[in-house]
């Protein structure tokens, strides 16, 4: 039997819009230097070389490819892997809030995230707030991120909803974009007050 298409929903980001996300969360505490912290996570562990987990390169590749070529940052690197959610220090001001108001409103909630697969299996299960959502995209083990459009494309058919009645919530803009591309609305979030405000006037939640 075919399930029914969900008609409106609301899709969130994770990283920056859900939780913070910072590298130099972490690294702060291993590194008491703020000239040597910046060059660190410009130079070595950089958000450009973290996004190949989030593609999907698996950690077992990553790890002694950049510490070969950075060996007197070894234990650093490591400390990465092992320390991943140190990165993460908590929920994004209000927004975990307003998740709870639209799953008790009745809003069907999914998510769309750029997350590597291992690092996504570390830190699910510490976030009960995502047991509030039906179903959740990681580009990590997907291996597509977004902005590709093929991930929006895979979430439609695998959430079963319908693009026009979506909102689609992320704080990067060609992101968005994709997301526009296959027919989402998009909210480029800045807060969570300016969000609710968005969800109110689409009529998710009530004022």
């Not at 899709?11 to 996300?21: A, E, K, N, S, T």
């Not at 809003?107 to 769309?112: H, N, R, S, W, Y």
């Amino acid at each position: 039997m075919l399930r029914p298409i969900i008609r409106r929903c609301v899709i969130f980001d994770v990283g920056r819009v859900l939780f913070d996300w910072d590298l130099r969360h972490l690294f702060a505490k291993l590194i008491d230097d703020q000239d040597r912290l910046e060059w660190f996570v410009t130079n070595v562990v950089t958000p450009e070389w973290h996004f190949q987990h989030d593609a999907g390169r698996p950690l077992a590749e990553m790890l002694p490819e950049l510490q070969a070529e950075f060996p007197e940052h070894e234990a650093l690197i490591d400390a990465y892997a092992a320390r991943f959610n140190e990165t993460i220090p908590g929920p994004v001001p209000g927004s975990l809030e307003l998740v709870e108001r639209l799953d008790d409103a009745g809003v069907p909630l999914f998510a769309i995230t750029n997350f590597g697969h291992e690092f996504w299996e570390g830190f699910r299960p510490s976030q009960p707030i995502f047991d509030r959502f039906r179903d959740i995209v990681v580009s990590g083990t997907e291996r597509l991120m977004k902005p590709d459009p093929a991930i929006y494309r895979l979430a439609i058919e695998r959430f079963g909803i319908d693009p026009a009645g979506a909102l689609f919530i992320d704080d990067v803009a060609h992101n968005i974009a994709g997301a526009e591309s296959v027919g989402f609305a998009g909210h480029r979030f800045v807060d969570a007050a300016t969000l609710e405000r968005e969800l109110v006037a689409r009529g998710y939640l009530a004022t």
